[in-house]
Nanobody, 121 residues
Framework: VQLQAFGGGLVQAGGSLRLSCAAS????????MGWYRQAPGKQRELVAT???????TYADSVEDRFTISRDNAKSTVYLQMNSLKPEDTAVYYC????????????????WGQGTEVTVSS
């Protein structure tokens, strides 16, 4: 099982970006999916999560600006980021709890490789 993130880049403050993260491999089921970010010199922090039923959670700093969604048929999670601020600059990582077809009764936590988002002022 692998997660691969796409969509980072350079954007001006006030702009928008959409991140995608696709899971691939011998997937049996995907449970919670989410995004974390790590800014230079800072610890990795939670941005948003979405459960397979659609329940979402957001960090206070991004609520009302970011929207997390998922397409279960495509095993993909998205992060729509609007009204971006320079403090949103970070490497964004996707994560998911996934059970594979060989041991479907056990879920493991997987991480993508990270995609860099830079917001200029």
């Amino acid at each position: 099982v692998q997660l691969q993130a796409f969509g980072g880049g350079l954007v001006q403050a006030g702009g928008s970006l959409r991140l995608s993260c696709a899971a691939s491999g011998n997937i049996f089921s995907i449970y919670v999916m989410g995004w974390y970010r790590q800014a230079p010199g800072k610890q990795r922090e939670l941005v948003a999560t979405i459960r397979n039923g659609g329940t979402t959670t957001y960090a206070d700093s991004v609520e009302d600006r970011f929207t997390i969604s998922r397409d279960n048929a495509k095993s993909t999670v998205y992060l729509q980021m609007n009204s971006l601020k320079p403090e949103d600059t970070a490497v964004y990582y996707c994560t998911a709890d996934i059970s594979d077809t060989t041991r479907y009764w056990i879920s493991k936590n997987y991480w993508g490789q990270g995609t860099e988002v830079t917001v200029s002022s």
